[in-house]
Each structure stands twice: as C-alpha cells, then as structure tokens.
C-alpha cells in the first residue's frame, strides 16, 4: 500500500475509542459506521453514510451522462468548465463515474472560482466533511493551493487514502496526519507536504492558524449541534470565507434537529460567510 504510513496512524487513532473522538460522533455517524472495517488489501466496507460510489463502467457512464444533462440542460457551461474536466480526471483514475455527488462540487467549485478565486488567491483551504475525496482530489490536482486540508472522522480519511491513492497525484511524504499543533504548523510552512488530514476531534488545532477558505458541503447536517459551534469558532478565529451547502432541514436518528438558518452565523461577532 502507498500510503501504509498514513494508514497505520489512522488505524490506531481508530482503535483508541476514547470519549473524546466519540463526542464529535452524532447518532448519525455513530449508526453509520458501526459496521465499519478496514483492510490495508481490500479497502473499506460498512460505511454506509457516504454509499457506494458509481462505478466507472459504460451503461454506467451513459446513464450519469444523459441524465444529468437532461437535468442541467445539454448546453450548460458546467459540462465543458475546467472544473468538469478536472473531477472528470480525478473520477476516471478511482474507477468511478461522474454522478451527482461529484458533479455538486464541480458546482461549487465553479462557483466559487467566479465570487472568490478570480478576486484573491487563497492559499490555503480546509474542507471540513468530505466524501469521497470529492472537494480533495480537484483541490490538490487543481495546484490553485499551497496546502488542502481535510478535517473529518477517521472511517472517511481511511477511505479518502484508497481513493486518493488510485490516482497516483501524490508521493506519501507529501501527505501529513496532523493532531497537534506544532506538527501542523511544521507541515502548513513547508514546502512539499500537500494535502494535511485532521481527525475530527483534533479540529481545535485549527484554530487561527491562517486558513483563508473552509468549505462544507452536505455534512453540517450530520453532526451535533455542538460540533457545529465548533467549527463555527474555529471559522471565525481564520477571519476566513466559509462556503456552505446543507439542508434546511434535518432530524438525526438520535433526535438531533439541525437547521440551516439556526446555524451561529454571528458567532463571537460573526464569520465571514458566503453560501
């Protein structure tokens, strides 16, 4: 395996079920890796909250294509933008077609190359929830970022190493596991690690470190309320944009309600926010 190093060090900070890492766990994700398992040879299993991704196959193919440009319109811009072309690389190199999860980042990543990108450079960005490598693999291959940093349970990071590691983009020593904050400092001022992983419950070393964009898409909506306030915290410590896009709306298996408007927008006097 290419990335033994990294997978060793999340396997054992998996292994430690310490309530620290279960209190950033809501009952959604705590439902839904209760099956979870890992092998260095075969990959992961029972993570049943991120889904089987699309194969790359030709019925496959044909159906994410039609389907979507009958959705978006055959002569959307989107389906010949550089960001189309470039998740279109990253999901041909993991097996996988371009569905509808990927083509929601091609999305914001448009998006956000005409309201942020085109005005100032960021340098670094954090994406806090991904699945599937789906903001991680376009970001890093993209080279518009000094350093990409993925914050998220340990189970996704594990199966976001498998992805990544398909597609060949990265040398092991220019991926970094991070949970303190001296190492994080080493890694954000050097000049060959690439893409930094932060175990969920080490996202307080996040703390006014200079992130200038944190985007979150669809996994607000999966945590408590309280983590949700965490990240807000740590947001507004970055004086940073932050992109969002979750429900308006939703009841977590424990009974936890998020609401979208309900988020701390003004928290400690307000992030700087763009959704």
Known sequence: MKFQKQYTVLCGLLSCKNKEQNKHKSSYWSRKTKNFYTDKQTGVTGLSAIGKYSRNRVLSRIYHYLFQRLIFSFSNKIFSSPWYKLSKQCA?????????????????????????????????????????????????????????????????????????????????EEVAIVTNDENLQVFLNDNHTKLILIPAQKSKILTNIGIELF?????????????????????????????????????????????????????????????
Not at 107 to 124: A, E, V
Not at 224 to 243: D, Q, R, T
């Open 92 to 172: 041909e190199q993991q097996n996988r077609s371009v569905d509808m999860d990927i083509l929601r980042h091609v999305f914001t990543f448009d998006l956000l190359d005409r309201y942020i990108f085109k005005k100032q450079k960021i340098n670094n960005v954090c994406v806090i929830g991904d699945g599937q490598s789906n903001f991680v693999s376009p970001a890093i291959r993209s080279n518009r970022f000094n350093k990409v940093v993925s914050v998220n349970i340990e189970e996704v990071l594990l199966n976001d190493i498998f992805l990544i590691e398909k597609e060949n983009l990265l040398e092991e």
């Open 215 to 275: 985007v979150n898409i669809a996994s607000f909506q999966e945590m408590s309320v309280s983590v949700i306030k965490n990240y807000f915290e740590i947001i507004k410590s970055n004086n940073a944009y932050l992109y969002t896009f979750n429900r308006e709306y939703k009841k977590l298996p424990g009974g936890e309600v998020l609401e979208f408007s309900k988020y701390p927008w003004d928290i400690s006097g307000g992030a700087i926010c763009n959704y």
